[in-house]
């Protein structure tokens, strides 16, 4: 299989379960947050973002939920499903070009 | 469909060989990214290119070259002065900056030596 997400932080749920991944983020003057999933092989696909402003975003089944005191964000994917199983990683945005991507978690749901 | 296509999916190199990935978009998008992706570490920039014929190194440029002469095509060439290319490159658009809306990805290359 694909080397790519070797060595992260694992996260194992029950099918049907709630998930609640979590990421800290570095730069304090990060203004845009952006959630990805990316599956074995693939290039990774955007599921939700967030804008400083706001402290809780939601669409359809995920939840971001933004806290600038501590520099924190977290993805909550409520009743997961199979397909979920995926690499999870936020990213951070300051402003111009560059991109600050977290290394991800692994999200494994069991039937 | 509008999306981002690379290729190939897998590439090996020879040592002293020189190797150039294809990355095609149809989003209309005027920027364009590469990144290498290794295990356990987040994406890191290799180039990026806001505008036809102009292009940025990113954090990891050293031992890679790009060119941009068509808004669709930003073609990634690992040359022989990066001595550890085994990764997997992805490649990303955006129709702007990306702190305004997020970067879209193709499927990615993966790179191995011989």
């Known amino acids: 299989g694909e080397s790519v997400g070797l060595h992260l932080p694992t996260l194992s749920v029950q099918e049907g379960d709630n998930s609640i991944i979590n990421c800290a983020y570095s730069?304090?003057?990060?203004?845009?947050f952006i959630w990805y999933k990316q599956e074995s092989g693939k290039g990774p696909q955007f599921i939700i973002d967030?804008?400083?402003?706001?402290d809780k975003r939601q669409g359809q089944r995920v939840t971001v939920l933004l806290n600038k005191t501590v520099k924190h964000l977290s993805l909550q994917i409520a009743a997961t499903q199979p397909g979920d199983s995926a690499v999870y990683f936020c990213a951070e945005i300051a402003g111009g070009f560059k991109t600050i991507f977290g290394a991800g978690t692994r999200l494994f749901v069991k039937a | 469909d509008g999306g981002i296509t690379q290729s190939p999916k897998y590439l090996f190199r020879k040592e002293g060989q020189n190797v150039t990935l294809s990355c095609e978009q149809n989003?209309?998008?005027?920027?364009m990214y590469w990144y290498r992706q290794d295990p356990g570490q987040g994406l890191r920039l290799i180039y990026y290119s806001q505008i036809v014929n102009d292009f940025q190194k990113g954090d990891i440029a050293e031992g890679y070259s790009v060119s941009r002469e068509k808004k669709e095509s930003f073609p990634l060439t690992v040359t022989s002065a990066q001595k550890n290319p085994t990764a997997f490159y992805l490649c990303?658009?955006?129709?702007?900056?990306?702190?305004?809306?997020?970067?879209?990805f193709g499927d990615g290359t993966r790179l191995s030596i011989l």
């Open positions: 730069n304090s003057a990060s203004d845009y």
């Open positions: 967030i804008r400083s402003n706001m």
């Open positions: 989003l209309n998008h005027d920027a």
């Open positions: 990303a658009s955006s129709m702007g900056s990306p702190s305004n809306q997020p970067q879209h």
